[in-house]
């Protein structure tokens, strides 16, 4: 079927993205559909699309779009309702009244969209309701929260299964930005898709350089200050470990730039606020937890810093994902220390209490729904104990929960088995940051392998890659000192295989282990030896981690004779000069007057976006902001695609104003 019209007439685009027709094509066919596609490279439209194609050609007439964020499910409801399609959503921000309304507008078949949050499916005759219509297709977005072997999940999620073949003959998608080979299984199994078509696309990155550094917590902040400095690192995230975290560093950075802190224990007025605000340009930090990201549309982050390790390769590449959207250079830096990974594992314990507790709240159940408050005082458990119990019983099918917070016993009784493998799952999550953080190689060939790209190649930007062309360390030759412990590094495994711990006391290269380990990144990144990580199973059932170093022939050749050609990374001393020397450069020239052009477009510019801000009923800078104004003015650009390159415009404010801003600035008239 030739979808392109259809891609025109409804989205104004005149070329599908790559990888995106083929999706497209297999679900209008009423195909089930796997997409696993970066954060950024157009994953919604290939449900869209196909749910509009399947509607004209008579297959239903509504997609039903499972979302868990509802700024998510608004976001996108907002784009497809700007389109002139017709979209209603059901969650917990809004009234009954609406609810019902969206319920009545469903089964008349006045919607083409409908957005239901996860919970929505355990009301009692909600999944009914649906079927009564067959939808023209269901998508699940964030689909590996439906995965014990994703990211920690909701239980709404895991239920999905039961309530979606009720909707059948209507083909399912499932999309995702992070999922892992045995997640992407999971996500098969748990939903039911029947012979799906499978893409698994684009992990890898080529404009993203990434950066490791290790850095003790009390020296982080002062660090992310002086590599912000510089205007080219803005605009920019900044992923910290906590809420308290996250303001204190943003009140730190706002002496110096405009920066605030986005995360869920501030009112949503402020989040959204702080959100609009960045993606108009008038922000250029955000200092975020993880509730920053999902369905961030803004094409020209340049910079993503991680204050603290993150707790798995999964979140960590789906939050670089949001840097250089626009295909410019742009850079992701890591800052990490063992502690953290000591703060992770004591998370690991909050967060998964003792299989004794969880046994406690399973004797107090049973077959009928009793109220969660009362559970908790009868047992005299801590509260966030209690919570945490039930979720994961439930999250392992023993226990249900009821929309009224009730809980009964399921009768399950393998959970005990499912638990132990979740909790080893996650920690060996945290074994992988680690390992990635620890381990000297290249940076997006380690992240697109753990994605299943077994023959990733060097992706020639990172600090691994191009050492000399990194920004957050510096790197210098070694002093003669160093390239006496090199070589003596290089002959003691030549002697014979050596197990790091061997190597290090054989080696004697002056009892520090942590110069041995900037040595042997040093000799890896050179391609003297190489490095990687293994696991193995201690008599207490844990998996342990550690590198395993082997000579390349490279190596054996340089530990005979020969310039070795290491270099090594200097102190983050040597960093802040090199950024204050970049923040001291000299004052800007003042710009140019605007030509008589500039200004007289800058008028019709005006006059336009008086008219659009009437129709829809806000205020002006809800369509442009006069600082986007005035740099549209001045850049005049003729096509979306320049229109993209100015601070400002993303990809919404293209879909929605992109054709009358360009036709101005070309001297057409707008309709």
Same mark, same amino acid.
């Given at each position: ?13 005149? @070329? ?61 409801? +907002?784009? #497809? ?88 003959? /209507? ?11 045995? =997640? ?24 993203? /350089? ?56 501030? *009112? ?10 960045? %993606? ?10 993880? @509730?920053?990201?999902?369905?961030? *549309? ?95 019983? !439930? ?11 009730? =809980? ?26 680690? $390992? ?10 380690? %992240? ?17 890659? +191009? ?40 080696? &004697? ?11 042997? *990144? ?36 340089? &530990? ?13 001393? !040597? ?9 001291? &450069? ?8 605007? &030509?008589? $052009? ?6 019709? #510019?005006? @006059? ?7 129709? $829809? ?17 001045? /850049? ?22 992109? +054709? ?12």
């Amino acid at each position: 079927m030739n979808l392109l019209p259809l891609l025109e007439a409804t989205f104004g685009f005149s @070329a599908f993205r790559e990888n995106q027709e083929a999706v497209c094509q297999a679900l209008t066919a009423g195909r089930d559909v796997l997409l696993v596609m970066p954060t950024g490279a157009g994953k919604s439209l290939c449900y869209q699309l196909p749910a509009l194609a399947r509607a004209a050609a008579g297959h239903g007439t509504t997609a039903v779009v499972v979302s868990p964020l509802i700024a998510l499910m608004d976001d996108q409801a +907002a784009k #497809l309702a700007a389109a002139g399609l017709r979209v209603a959503r059901i969650h917990s921000g809004l009234s009954r009244d609406d609810a019902r309304q969206a319920c009545r507008d469903y089964l008349e078949g006045r919607l083409q969209f409908l957005f239901i949050a996860p919970e929505r499916l355990r009301v009692p005759g909600f999944p009914e309701m649906l079927a009564r219509r067959t939808p023209a297709l269901v998508a699940v977005d964030e689909a590996h929260c439906i995965s014990g072997w994703g990211h920690d999940f909701r239980p709404d999620y895991r239920t999905l299964g039961e309530s979606l073949p009720l909707l059948r003959p /209507a083909p399912i998608i499932a999309l995702t930005a992070t999922a892992t080979p045995v =997640v992407q299984q999971d996500i098969v199994e748990q939903l039911g898709l029947a012979d799906p078509a499978l893409f698994i696309h684009g992990f890898r990155r080529d404009n993203l /350089a990434i950066e490791v550094v290790e850095l003790s917590k009390p020296r982080r902040n002062e660090f992310i200050l002086k590599f912000l400095t510089p205007v080219a690192a803005r605009p920019a995230i900044v992923y910290a470990p906590s809420r308290k975290a996250a303001d204190g560093l943003a009140l730190e950075l706002g002496s110096r730039f405009s920066a605030a802190a986005y995360h869920a224990g501030l *009112d949503s007025p402020i989040r959204e606020s702080v959100q609009r605000a960045f %993606l108009d340009g008038r922000l250029e930090v955000v200092v975020a937890t993880i @509730a920053f990201g999902m369905g961030i *549309d803004k094409p020209n982050i340049r910079t993503v810093i991680h204050a603290a390790l993150p707790g798995s390769v999964e979140a960590y590449y789906q939050e670089i994902g949001r840097a250089g959207r626009d295909g410019l250079p742009s850079r992701a830096v890591l800052l990490h220390s063992f502690a953290d990974r000591r703060i992770h594992e004591s998370f690991l314990v909050r967060d998964y209490p003792p299989v004794e507790d969880l046994d406690r709240v399973v004797r107090q159940l049973n077959a009928e729904f009793q109220a969660a408050d009362a559970l908790c005082d009868r047992l005299a458990m801590d509260p966030g104990t209690f919570s945490r119990a039930v979720e994961k019983l !439930a999250a392992q099918g023993a226990a249900q929960l009821a929309l009224d917070g009730g =809980v009964r016993l399921t009768g399950l009784s393998t959970w005990h088995f499912g638990y132990q493998r979740q909790l080893a799952h996650r920690r060996a999550q945290l074994e992988s940051m680690a $390992a990635f953080a620890e381990t000297a190689q290249c940076r997006m060939a380690a %992240l697109v392998r753990h994605f299943g790209d077994r023959a990733a190649r060097l992706c020639g930007r990172c600090d691994f890659c +191009a050492p000399l062309a990194a920004e957050a360390r510096t790197f210098s030759e070694p002093t003669p000192g160093q390239q006496c412990d090199l070589r003596r590094i290089l002959q003691t495994l030549a002697a014979g295989p050596r197990g790091i711990a061997r190597l290090f006391d054989e080696s &004697s290269v002056g009892g520090d282990r942590r110069t041995f380990d900037v040595l042997l *990144d040093g000799l890896a990144r050179a391609g003297l030896v190489s490095l990687s990580s293994e696991t193995f199973t201690n008599a207490e059932g844990r998996q342990v981690t550690w590198r395993k170093v082997v000579l390349t022939p490279e190596g054996r050749t340089a &530990s005979v004779s020969g310039p070795l050609g290491v270099l090594l990374p200097q102190s983050s001393a !040597a960093l802040a000069q090199k950024r204050t020397k970049v923040a001291a &450069s000299p004052e800007p020239v003042p710009a140019p007057a605007p &030509s008589l $052009a500039q200004t007289e477009l800058e008028g019709r #510019l005006r @006059a336009w976006r008086k008219d659009e801000a009437a129709k $829809a009923g806000k205020p002006a800078f809800f369509v442009l902001s006069d600082a986007v104004l005035r740099a549209v003015a001045a /850049a005049a650009p003729g096509s979306i695609s320049q229109l993209l390159t100015i601070n400002g415009i993303g990809p919404r404010k293209a879909d929605l104003y992109g +054709a009358p801003i360009c036709a101005l600035c070309r001297g057409e008239q707008t309709i």
